[in-house]
């Protein structure tokens, strides 16, 4: 297994689902909006501007909760370890084969190092 940097460390994989049940729409899409207004962004820069922005966010739930995830944060409480990258999408319908609930998480794939 590759080090990263300090011989003690090791590069791990982490593979998130989270199901959440959204009970307040207009509060999810609010503050979608607010993260929007918010941000730095050069509206003139942009195909788009921040009214039609706004309103792609609070017709689409599924864009407004995917904007304002942050998955940054999902190991802040973690001694020893520290975020590196990822990704955070959402997707309407059930979960994708691999991430189907199964009674169980989905096989690991082999170690490449063993």
Do not use: K
């Amino acid at each position: 297994m590759a080090t990263d940097g300090d011989p003690g460390s090791r590069r791990l994989q982490l593979y998130c689902r989270i199901d959440v049940t959204v009970t307040d729409p207009a509060a999810l899409t609010d503050h979608a909006v607010a993260g929007l207004r918010a941000a730095d962004i050069d509206w003139a820069q942009e195909e788009d501007d921040l009214g039609s922005a706004s309103a792609e966010l609070r017709g689409d739930l599924t864009r407004a909760l995917a904007s304002v995830a942050d998955i940054t944060r999902a190991v802040d409480a973690i001694p020893g370890v520290e975020f590196r990258g990822g990704v955070c999408w959402a997707e309407t319908g059930p979960p994708r084969a691999p991430f189907a609930p199964t009674g169980g998480p989905p096989p690991m794939a082999p170690d490449p190092a063993q």
